[in-house]
Each structure stands twice: as structure tokens, then as C-alpha cells.
């Protein structure tokens, strides 16, 4: 195995390794990526402030004599009608997004990524019954499908992420069965295979990692989505259950109480608009810069 | 057996297929739900019925029946446009959809409109000059559209017009089209807004990528050198091809609309039927809601295969292929 592996990294990867790293580093240097990278980093501050227990408040905490307080010393965001700290809610409510969305992409990424490849290199069979799966799951708009997944599930931030999971596995396993279409017959596949490496090891040492780019623009716009998928259910009460703080829940406990208290609307908005928008610009950099068409342009 | 090849045929017999197994997938999620149609009607007391009762009403609703049997008996049920009955209001599914889904299309219609209207002309806009202050200042008022979820802008709207100027339409109960088209199409002029605000920027993305790249085709260049007025060019030659496109993009939409409207409909009170699903999950009506959603779904289906087939008709070059 590992004569055979020197044998066909040799000529081109040193060269392919740098030239991949500039890209990504490229990424990072455009205004949008640089305020992508930015926010997201503002957004993992307060969101880690929860995780570590380090918020002035217990999110949770209600404490009736400082309901709907404006902001200001004491209260940095204000408190909601049961006197909770926003704060601290909207830390524990961007940890809550933050953990759904990782783990509901990785979910997605991983087997929608692995049924797309499945489907596009060995085709035939595999490939119809990959493609009546995402046709199917397509056939639902996502919302909706995320919607009945998640209320015939017992409610918990694991049904949710597995809700939002199978909605975002057939984007993945289309966006993955495209680029093996063409990886398939490479030269480099090709000769891999010729000098008798097995097509499934073959697929690990040559297709899957050229595919790393498309997969990780893939990702990032994904968790952008997934953050916003998982505000609409926790907006519409079919997500995070209540007393765990959702920014989705928030912001509707906030509608009645908009005239009196504009903060508790404010602010969870403005937490999940900067997520979202971070993802979005390191998305589309990514993308830019990844990109072979657009990339070369730049 | 050559037609079994041609691309048309293909395309319907997969969108058949797709049917198929959106009926089972709506067949099966509902079957997960914790409870049958037995504690869904009779609620608690389903607790105090008798094994004997039980095993007669499993009989009379055929949960005693194996799955696939049970599966075959909805689907025939469905097919002949039994859709099942709301146990709290009596009313059939099929009477309810007739009353939802009018304003459901209305609603969808009107936010393509409106996402139509802003997003061709920006995207147009944007590409005039790629790379540019307009095309920059385009593209980050699209992206901040994307981002800022339609759930977030429809409160924010809504709770500023109510408090500020008084006037919110949608706090008074729903009008249709028939009944009072003035208040009704009051009441569709914030969700129209909310969901034709999330609808342009793909739009606009899609134009601006299209009018790029069809700038650079070889006949524009020839229709360039054999001195077609500019004029002429950009609209004939390029945005007319440009919207081919469009068209897909627009069908893709218009399918999205008619069951993702979930959330303005829910945030406007617009009896729809999204709203009809919302409605069915917190009342435990599960029947409404695995016919509701096969029915979503499968509109969702047709126009996709009908907007596959228009482009074809559209665009030449897809005939081909």
C-alpha cells in the first residue's frame, strides 16, 4: 500500500498542496471574508460565555422584581417579562444554534456526502435508489419536512439537529455526486485504479480530496441555514424546548411585548442576523476563492 | 420501447416515482407520532376504554391491519379523494384545503410578483458593471436579505407599524379576495412584502450570473460586430436569454411558496395552508396534517416537473440534451 501511495503522490501534490493552501489563505483576505471571520468570532466569544458558565446570569434565572428592565448597568441587553438577564440568554441561545447547527450539518455532511459519492462512483443501482432518496426528500419544502420531522419527535435539541439533518442530506448528496461524475474519470482515478489500488481505496486517496473545497463552501453556507432553519421551528414552538433559551423563541416571546420592551426583540435578532451574516460572507469568500472559475479571475 | 427513453418520459416517470415515495415518507412520519387515531380522538379517556372496546376500534379505524396493508388502505383513500376528516371541527381535509389553498396561491403569487420585481431589475443592475460599486452595493443589500431570517423581518415590520403609526390590516380577522378585496389586499401587503424580499435575492443572483455569462457567448460578440444597436442588444440578445433561468428559478419558488409560507402566514394570520399544517400539529390532527403535507408535496413536485418542462419549451438547447 504505502509504494503504491508514494508512487502516485509524488509528482503533483507538493505543488497542488501550496497552490490549495494560498487559496484558502485567499479567502481570508477579502473585506468580506476578513468581516466574516470577524463576526464569527464575536458570535463564539458570547456563545462560549455560556458554555463555560461565564454569563453574568443564570440564563434560566427568573427573578420577578427586574422584569422587562431596559438596558443598562446591571443588565447589559435588559431582562425579559420574568426578569431573566437578554444577555445571558442570547449567549446560552447562540451556544443552543451554534450546537444544533454543527451537529445537524455534520450529520448531513457526512451521510449525505457519503450517499452522493456512493451514487456517482459506482452509478447503476446505487445511484437510482440515491437519487429516488433525495428526489424524495426534495419533493418536501424544508421547512416543512424540518417541521414534521421535528413534531412527531420527542422534543429535544437532538431531535431538532436530526430534523434539520435529514432535510440538509440530499443538498449534500447531490452537491458531492456531481464532482465524482467527473473525479470518476480522471486521468489520475483512472491510472490509480489501473496500477490495481481497489476503486474503494481509490475513492479515499483521490476523489474524496479533491472534493474538500466544494464541501467545505458547502458546509459553511449550510450552518448558516441551519441556524435560520432552527430559529423558524423555535419561533413556530416546534424546536428548542422552552426554559432552554432559543433566539427563534425569543423573538417571539418578544412580539407581544415589542411597545414595552423593543430590547427583548432587539437584540436575539441582532444575535442571529451577525451569525447568519458571518457564515454567509466566509461562505461566499470560500466559495470565491475555491473556485477554479471565479478564482482565477482574482 | 424508445419513448421509455426519450427525456420527457423519464422526467415523468421520476416525478412519479418521487410521488410514490413522498406517499410513504408521509405515511410512515405519521406512524412514528407517539399515539394512533384512537388517543387522538378520544384524548385521555382513550386511557379508561376497555381492551375490548380498543381491539373494536383498532378494527374500525384498521390499526389492526400489517403496515403495508394500512398504507395501501390510506393511499386508496386518498387517491379517490377521501382525505380523512378533522375530529375537532368535523370538517373534511378536502373541504379544508378548498377554502386554504386559494390564499395560499394568492400569497405566493403576489411574492413572486414582488420578488420578481426587485430581483431582475437589481440583478440587471448588477451586472452592468461586475465588480463595481453598484454591483458590490447589490450584492451585499442580497446577502443581507438571506440573512436576516423572515420570521425576524415580519415581527420587527408588524410590531413597528402597529406601535408607531396604528395601522396593522392582519390584526383584524382575514378577508378573502371575494369577500373584501380593499382589506384583503391590505392584509397581503406585509406578508407579500416579507416573503417577496426573501424570493429576490436568488432571483437577483441568478440573473446577474446569467446576464454574465451570456455576454460573453459568441453570437453576442458576432450581433455586436454586425452593429445591432446596443439598445436592442441588451434586451433582445441578452436579458431575453438571461431569463430563461429566471423562469426555472421562479418555478422553484412558486413551489417553495405554496407550502414553505409557513411563517408569514403563521406571523400575518393568513388562513392558508401552512397554517393549516401549523394549525393540525398543535391541535394533534395528525390526519390533517400527513394529507396536508402529501398535498403540499405534491404540488411541490408537479410545478417543478411542469417548470422543467416549460424550460425545455423555453430554451431550445435543453430539447437537445
Sequence with gaps: ?298 | MMYLRHPITRRVGEAVLTLVGVSVLTFVLLRVVPGNQITASYGTAAGELSPEQVRSLEAYYGLDKSLPVQYFDWLRGVLTGNLGVSTTSHVSVAQLTGQALPNTIELAVLSILVGLLLGVPLGVLAASRPGKSRDNLTQLSSLLALSVPSFLLATVLASWLANNFGWYPNGEGFRTLVQDPGLNLQQMILPVLVLGISIAPPVLQTTRTAILAIRAEDYVRTARAKGVPERRLQTRHILRNALIPVVTMTGLQFGFLLGGALVAEQIFAIPGIGRQVLLGLTQKEYAVVQSTVLIIATMFVLVNLLTDLVYRVVDPKARVR
Excluded: C
Design chain 1, 1 to 298: 500500500m504505502s509504494a503504491a501511495t508514494e508512487l502516485n503522490n509524488v509528482p503533483d501534490v507538493p505543488i497542488d498542496a501550496t497552490r490549495r493552501k494560498r487559496a484558502w489563505l485567499a479567502a481570508f483576505r477579502t473585506p468580506a471574508g476578513i468581516i466574516g471571520v470577524i463576526l464569527m468570532l464575536l458570535v463564539l466569544v458570547v456563545a462560549l460565555l455560556s458554555l463555560f458558565g461565564l454569563t453574568p446570569y443564570d440564563p434560566a434565572h427568573q427573578n420577578v422584581a427586574d422584569s422587562l428592565k431596559a438596558p443598562g448597568s446591571g443588565h447589559l441587553f435588559g431582562t425579559d417579562q420574568f426578569g431573566r438577564d437578554i444577555f445571558s440568554r442570547v449567549s446560552s441561545g447562540l451556544a443552543n444554534s451554534l450546537r444544533i447547527a454543527i451537529v445537524s450539518v455534520a450529520a448531513a455532511a457526512i451521510a449525505g456526502t457519503v450517499l452522493g459519492v456512493l451514487g456517482g462512483y459506482y452509478q447503476g443501482v446505487v445511484d437510482r435508489i440515491v437519487g429516488v432518496v433525495t428526489n424524495v426528500l426534495f419533493a418536501f419544502p424544508s421547512l416543512l419536512l424540518a417541521l414534521a420531522l421535528a413534531a412527531t419527535l420527542k422534543r429535544n435539541w437532538l431531535t431538532v439537529s436530526i430534523s434539520i439533518a435529514i432535510v440538509y442530506l440530499p443538498i449534500f448528496a447531490r452537491v458531492a455526486r456531481g464532482p465524482v461524475l467527473t473525479l470518476r474519470t480522471a486521468d489520475y482515478v483512472l491510472a490509480s485504479t489501473a496500477i490495481g489500488r481497489s476503486r474503494f481505496s481509490t475513492l479515499f486517496e483521490h476523489v474524496l480530496p479533491n472534493m474538500r473545497g466544494i464541501l467545505v463552501v458547502q458546509i459553511t453556507l449550510s450552518l448558516s441555514w441551519a441556524i435560520l432553519t432552527e430559529a423558524s421551528l423555535s419561533f413556530l414552538g416546534f424546536g428548542t424546548p422552552p426554559p432552554a433559551a432559543s433566539l427563534g423563541g425569543m423573538v417571539y416571546d418578544a412580539q407581544t411585548l415589542s411597545s414595552v420592551a423593543p430590547w427583548m426583540l432587539l437584540f436575539p435578532g441582532i444575535a442571529l442576523i451577525v451569525a447568519v451574516i458571518g457564515l454567509n460572507l466566509l461562505g461566499d469568500s470560500l466559495r470565491a476563492a475555491l473556485d477554479p472559475r471565479t478564482g482565477s479571475r482574482r
